[in-house]
């Protein structure tokens, strides 16, 4: 079974947001984007919505945590290279994202981790496919 993942995220600035992952090479669906949200395609069946915190709260009745400051959730993404996760996580500082630790680098994976405009807490992985049993 194939299952879509939406993952909804609260955002400052929806233009500044967009940008931001544009400059990471992602794109815009835009069906499901408008004035209150911007939906950031990963792949075929991940995608981040951004939505404007006014918007986000209609969703939720909790409060919106402050991402900078706490941390509720860590997205990672799995790329196909070590040099893939350097640029990734090169860009994403170029672009005005914060370095969140340094480099983990382990036997079989190295990633990078990185906060974007809003804090939410990204980590970007590659892991050797032939320490990874199948």
């Not at 931001?20 to 792949?43: K, R």
């Not at 404007?52 to 909790?62: A, I, L, M, N, Y």
């Not at 990633?111 to 050797?128: I, K, N, Q, T, Y």
Request: with cysteine; proline share 4%; hydrophobic share 40%.
């Amino acid at each position: 079974m194939s299952t879509k993942i939406f993952i909804n995220l609260p955002v400052k600035d929806l233009t500044a947001s967009t940008g931001f992952f544009a400059g990471l090479g992602y794109t815009q669906h835009p069906q499901f984007s408008d004035a209150n949200a911007s939906c950031i395609v990963f792949s075929d069946d991940i995608h981040a919505m951004l939505l404007v915190e006014p918007f986000f709260q209609t969703f939720t009745p909790e409060s919106i945590a402050d991402a900078t400051t706490s941390t509720g959730e860590i997205m990672a993404l799995g790329v196909d290279s070590r040099e893939q996760v350097d640029e990734l996580a090169d860009k994403a500082l170029a672009l005005g994202a914060q370095q969140v630790k340094e480099p983990m680098e382990e036997s079989f994976m190295y990633g990078r981790s990185f906060s974007d405009l809003d804090g939410h807490h990204w980590e970007v992985f590659w892991m050797d496919p032939n320490a990874v049993e199948g």
